[in-house]
């Protein structure tokens, strides 16, 4: 049997993914490239200082606390629990709060789940729509290696 060569496309092709999740909307799973990479990189970067500092097993409120600080120390700007208006065909409906909006372009929600459920990510989804934003990070503190619990999702 001759051995297969695999070129670096092929190898791309079979580590990254793209989910449909909803019309328009995908969740990617470890792309090269993608809107907005230079911040969500910075992003990820401070949660896996949190992360590796603190651990898993805490409170979704204290990595809450935790990721803004780090934020704040390496002068990215956000917003915290940020409260955003709901409208149904041009109505507001109610109102939502989102953990972060990381320089004015991110949505990002924590958990410190055991288990991620897909809800999690329609609720960004939902979020990026009604915010008019593209990428949304999904970051579980509660696993044992962080890159493990990040997931991004694009609009």
């Known amino acids: ?7 670096t496309e092929d190898t791309e092709k079979k580590n990254f ?14 792309p090269k490239e993608f809107p907005l990479k230079a911040v ?4 990820i970067s401070c949660a896996m200082e949190v992360h590796s500092t603190l651990g898993p097993g805490l409170l979704e409120s204290v990595y809450e606390e ?14 915290k629990q940020k409260e955003i208006v709901l409208k149904y065909k041009g109505k ?25 459920v897909r809800i999690y990510e329609a609720q960004i989804l939902t979020c ?6 593209r ?5 579980n503190f509660n696993v044992e290696r962080l890159k493990d619990g990040i997931k991004r999702l694009i609009h």
């Open 40 to 43: 969500t990189e910075r992003i």
């Open 66 to 79: 935790a990721l803004a600080h780090e934020l704040t120390i390496r002068g990215i700007t956000y917003e």
């Open 135 to 139: 990428v949304g990070l999904l970051i």
């Open 1 to 7: 049997m001759k051995p297969q060569k695999f070129t």
């Open 92 to 116: 507001e409906i109610g109102k939502h709060r989102i953990d972060f909006l990381i320089e004015h372009e991110v949505i990002v929600e924590l958990k410190a789940v055991e288990t991620m």
């Open 128 to 133: 990026l729509r009604a915010m008019d934003k």
């Open 17 to 30: 993914s793209f989910i449909k999740s909803s019309v328009n909307s995908v969740v990617a799973s470890s």
